[in-house]
Structure formats: structure tokens, C-alpha cells
């Protein structure tokens, strides 16, 4: 797998996203981009309208003056940018350097080959101080890599911004990676997520197996 050339494979023009879609040449569609991305590797994205509460199916819009974080709290914020991506490119969010020195933390995750929408992104205030987000605020980056193969043609779309997000408990997703895992050596990482996790969660687990 390479790493694509994003100022060579991006466009805001849609016809030609299409055209393109199914080559070895196809192109990241992108609704917002500079007229050249000052990295050629990556793409960054930027604080949309809308802000979600996790496990509240409710969403919000981010006003002029902007959306405060508080400390300790986590949200999903949606990218101001519309993406499509085809079928045989993915692409993996990261947080920026600038952000994490504030003490803000980007859940890193992948797009899907064949997306199309706008990323929701978590993010965590972990500072012991309010930190205010603006629309169009950089926030993360993404790069893009080839695909050895061609998806199929379903196209996966989140850019409904009233779908629900239930999420399950930390010790219940901790259990489920660990027993999902099939390597012969378990990261040691997974190990001491293990252990936090029981002895803060004693009484939940106990309740899983009674």
C-alpha cells in the first residue's frame, strides 16, 4: 500500500470524482479544499455546525462564538468538510500536535473505502481548563492509502447527523477485544487495560457471569 498524493488525487468536482471512481487514477472527492493542500500527504479537516453528546441522541449546533469544552468532557463533532472516497482507497484520522499540547484527544480511526458524508469525530478535553472549539477551527488530519483491491459498489453513508450512538461500557468493549483477539501474544496494552479494568469494575463484571 502507498500513501496518496493528496494535491495529485483529491478534487471538488464531482463529475470528475465519478469518472474516475473505478481506476488506478481515482480521485478523494472533498466539497472544501485549498486551491493546493499545504501537505502533500495529508488532508486536514475542520470543526463543522453540529456537535453531538455522547449517549444523547441529541444534536446541537455550534454557535458563532463557538462550542466550550469542558474538562473531562467527550463529544462528537462533525467535519465541516463532505468526503467521498472510492472503492479502493481508505483513509485514517489522526490528531493534530497543536491540539494534544491543549489537551485535546482525537479518537484515531479509519474511513471506510466507498464513504461518503461527513466524519463524525470524538474528541476528549483531557487539560484541567474550558477549551473553546470555532466552525472551521483545524482539527484533525487524515491520510489516504491505495488499496491493493476494489470494494464493492455499496457506498457507506454517515452523514445523517440524527443517527443514535449508543455506546457500550468501556468493560464490556475492553472483554470483547480481548476475547475477539486470536494472535498467540496478547499485547501487553490489551493486558493492562485488562487489569484497570476488572478492579474499577469488580462489581459490573461479577454481575456478567452471575
Known amino acids: 500500500m502507498a500513501i496518496v498524493n493528496i494535491n495529485r488525487r483529491m478534487t471538488s468536482e464531482y463529475e470528475k470524482f465519478q469518472k474516475s471512481k473505478k481506476s488506478n487514477d481515482s480521485l478523494i472527492y472533498v466539497d472544501k479544499i485549498p486551491s493546493r493542500s499545504p501537505h502533500e500527504l495529508s488532508l ?3 470543526v463543522g455546525d453540529i456537535y453531538e453528546i455522547v449517549n444523547q441522541n441529541k444534536k446541537y ?5 463557538g462550542l466550550v469544552l469542558s474538562p473531562g468532557q467527550s463529544i462528537l463533532i462533525e467535519i465541516n468538510e463532505f468526503i467521498e472516497i472510492p ?3 481508505f483513509g485514517i484520522v489522526t490528531g493534530k500536535g497543536s491540539k494534544i499540547f491543549q489537551g485535546i484527544f482525537i479518537s484515531t480511526g479509519k474511513i471506510d473505502a466507498g464513504f461518503s458524508g461527513h466524519l463524525k469525530i470524538a474528541i476528549y478535553n483531557g487539560s484541567n481548563k474550558k477549551i473553546t472549539l470555532k466552525k472551521e477551527d483545524s482539527l484533525c ?3 489516504f492509502l491505495n488499496m491493493d483491491t476494489t470494494v ?3 457506498v457507506i453513508k454517515t452523514s ?6 449508543k455506546k457500550e461500557p468501556y468493560y464490556k468493549r475492553v ?3 480481548v476475547s475477539n483477539n486470536n494472535q498467540g501474544v496478547m499485547p501487553i496494552l490489551y493486558i493492562i487495560t485488562l487489569i484497570i479494568t476488572i478492579l474499577s469494575n469488580w ?3 461479577k454481575n456478567l457471569f452471575s
Open 44 to 46: 486536514d479537516l475542520h
Open 61 to 65: 449546533k455550534i454557535s458563532e462564538q
Open 87 to 89: 472503492n479502493n482507497i
Open 141 to 143: 488530519s487524515c491520510i
Open 152 to 154: 464493492s459498489n455499496n
Open 160 to 165: 445523517d447527523t440524527s443517527v443514535n450512538i
Open 175 to 177: 472483554l470483547s477485544t
Open 203 to 205: 462489581d459490573k463484571i
